[in-house]
C-alpha cells in the first residue's frame, strides 16, 4: 500500500473544487471535532516571505474502532476564507500528524485532546489585502486505498473527503514595520527636534512592504533613567507612511512611534533614538 502523504491529500481536499465526486462513496465517519483554538486565540501576523507555523489545539471523538493511521486515513483542522464548499482561500495543516491524548476511552468512544500546526506561506497562500481578515475553522477527514500492483492487470484508487465547518475563528494580519529617527544629533536644550519616521505594512501582492497611509502614531518620550515612555502627541502617517513632526528639546532620552494596529494590521512599536541634549 502506498503511504498517502498528509501534506498532498490534504492540498487535494482544499481545492474543493476537485471534491465535486470522489472515486468512492462511503458513508461519514462519525466524527466530532470541539474546542478548537488557533494561536492560542491571539491574531496570526505574517509578512511577505517568511513561513508562519500556528499552534493549534482540539478535541476529537471517534467511533473506538476507526483507527487514524495517517497512512491510509488522516484528519486535520483547516482555515478557510468564504464558502466550505468553494472557499476564496484556505490554510492547511503541516505534515506532521496530530499528537492525541486519550481523556475518554471507552470500547465504543474515545475522547482525544489533540495538538496541530497550521501553516501560513505568504509567498504562495496569501495573495491580497481582502486575505487579512477574519477566517472561518474547519476540519477535514481523507481515506484512500491504493493498488498500483498491475500484475493481475488491475489497479484501484479509492479515495473520500469529509469537511466540517463552523468550528470557531482566527484572525489573519499583516505585519507592520516603524522607524524612527530625530535630529539634530546633539541638539541644544529649547531647539527644536525634528521626529520622522516610516509605518509600512506587508503587501500580499507585491510580497514586499507599502507606506501605511491615514493612520494615527503616537509619539512617546523616555527621559534618561527613566522607565517608561510617556505620550508626546499623536502624529497622522502620510504618503507612503511617512511621519514626521517637531517638538522642543528639554533633557536627554529617547522617542520613539508607537502604531496600536488596525483590524487587518498588527501594532507595532519602534526602537528608541537617544537623543543627547546639550
Same mark, same amino acid.
Given at each position: 500500500m502506498r503511504k498517502l502523504a498528509i501534506g498532498a491529500a490534504v492540498s487535494g481536499a482544499l481545492a474543493l473544487t476537485g471534491l465535486a465526486a470522489p472515486v468512492a462513496s462511503a458513508d461519514s465517519p462519525n466524527l466530532k471535532f470541539g474546542d478548537v483554538v488557533v494561536n492560542s486565540g491571539k491574531p496570526i501576523v505574517v509578512g511577505t516571505k517568511t513561513k508562519v507555523t500556528v499552534p493549534v489545539t482540539y478535541k476529537l471523538t471517534r467511533p473506538a474502532d476507526l483507527v487514524i493511521d495517517y497512512e491510509n486515513n488522516f484528519l486535520g483542522i483547516i482555515a478557510y476564507r468564504g464558502r466550505l464548499l468553494e472557499p476564496d482561500n484556505a490554510l492547511e495543516p503541516t505534515t506532521k500528524a496530530p499528537v492525541c491524548t486519550p481523556v475518554v476511552d471507552s470500547d465504543i468512544t474515545v475522547i482525544e485532546s489533540c495538538t496541530t500546526t497550521l501553516s501560513v506561506r505568504p509567498r504562495s497562500q496569501l495573495f491580497s489585502g481582502s486575505d487579512a481578515t477574519t477566517w472561518k475553522i474547519g %476540519?477535514?477527514?481523507?481515506?484512500? %486505498?491504493?493498488? =498500483?500492483?498491475?500484475?493481475?492487470?488491475? =489497479?484501484?484508487?479509492?479515495?473520500g473527503y469529509d469537511l466540517w465547518g463552523g468550528l470557531g475563528t482566527t484572525k489573519l494580519q499583516r505585519t507592520a514595520k516603524l522607524t524612527v529617527n530625530a535630529s539634530p544629533e546633539p541638539v541644544?536644550?529649547?531647539?527644536? @527636534?525634528? =521626529?520622522?519616521?516610516? @509605518?509600512?505594512? %506587508?503587501n500580499w501582492s507585491t510580497r514586499a512592504y507599502s507606506g501605511y497611509q491615514g493612520q494615527a502614531v503616537t509619539l512617546q518620550f523616555k527621559a534618561k533613567g527613566a522607565t517608561a515612555y510617556t505620550d508626546v502627541k499623536t502624529v497622522t502617517s502620510g504618503t507612503a507612511g511617512t511621519l514626521s513632526t517637531t517638538v522642543k528639546a528639554s533633557e536627554d532620552g529617547s522617542f520613539r512611534f508607537k502604531f496600536a494596529g488596525t483590524s487587518s494590521t498588527a501594532a507595532k512599536t519602534s526602537v528608541g533614538d537617544f537623543v543627547d541634549v546639550k
Open positions: %476540519a477535514f477527514y481523507g481515506h484512500g %486505498a491504493i493498488d =498500483v500492483d498491475d500484475s493481475d492487470d488491475h =489497479v484501484s484508487f479509492e479515495t541644544t536644550k529649547g531647539k527644536t @527636534l525634528t =521626529v520622522k519616521g516610516q @509605518l509600512t505594512r %506587508a
